[in-house]
């Protein structure tokens, strides 16, 4: 598993994986696709964050948007990880944590933290499999989630 950084080049693959999960997008914003712009404005902008493409082989096959210092809490937090719907059941999911997870390490983190839209089922038993535990309720624009953390 590698993972490519997101740029103006590859924003079509990126938007073409987003919407690749309709259930996960009527889920979080009430419509099954984004258009190439919403996409562009959440991986591209001038935003702290890491975006990334990541890839099984040459097959792209997920995406991950993270930020090394979240300016609220101080914490690296994985805002994004999403498998392409069609690899959904094929342990791709995990692996793409645990090569993630692996890079945090070395770059030094010793925590990270995310959130999971409370209506996700599949979300939050996913992320406890990988290790994560709560530790608090929050809004993120209209969406009520869970915070969950982990020790690397």
């Known amino acids: 598993m590698h993972f490519e950084r997101i740029t103006e080049e590859n924003i ?47 097959d792209p096959v997920g995406l991950v948007d993270f930020l090394p210092r979240n300016p609220k809490d101080g914490y690296p937090w994985i805002g994004l990880m999403m498998v392409d719907q069609n690899h959904h059941g094929k342990g791709i999911g995990s692996a793409m944590y645990q090569s993630f997870e692996s890079l945090l390490k070395e770059r030094g983190f010793t925590s990270v933290r995310l959130a999971v839209l409370v209506n996700n089922e599949r979300g939050h038993a996913f992320w406890e499999r990988m290790g994560f535990t709560y530790y608090g309720m929050s809004q993120v624009e209209e969406n009520e989630v869970t915070c969950l953390e982990k020790e690397l």
């Open 12 to 58: 079509h693959m990126a938007h073409q994986l987003y919407n690749a999960n309709p259930a996960y997008n009527l889920l979080e914003n009430g419509q099954a696709t984004r258009t190439l712009e919403k996409v562009r404005g959440e991986f591209l902008d001038e935003k702290a964050t890491e975006s990334y493409i990541a890839y099984e082989a040459e």
